[in-house]
């Protein structure tokens, strides 16, 4: 497949337009110390990334099918 490349499109404006959190972050970002979740297989990956950028540790361990997340620092 080759693009078509335009010139002069005008960039719409951003302000406030940011991506929402979701529902895994927001989770993360209101977890003490000692607390946990389970989380789905799919988002397991992701989580240790959303970890490092709020700089929170988190340990995952397997349940079964799922995936159980502590804060533990």
Do not use: C
Request: charged share 35%; no cysteine; hydrophobic share 40%.
């Amino acid at each position: 497949m080759v693009y078509e490349i335009v010139n002069n499109v005008p960039l719409p404006d951003l302000i406030g337009r940011g991506r929402a959190k979701g529902e895994v972050r927001l989770t993360i970002e209101r977890m003490e110390v000692g607390d946990s979740f389970l989380l789905e297989d799919k988002r397991r990956l992701g989580v240790n990334k959303i970890a490092q950028i709020l700089g929170i540790s988190l340990t995952t361990r397997r349940e079964g099918d799922l995936y159980r997340v502590w804060r533990y620092k």
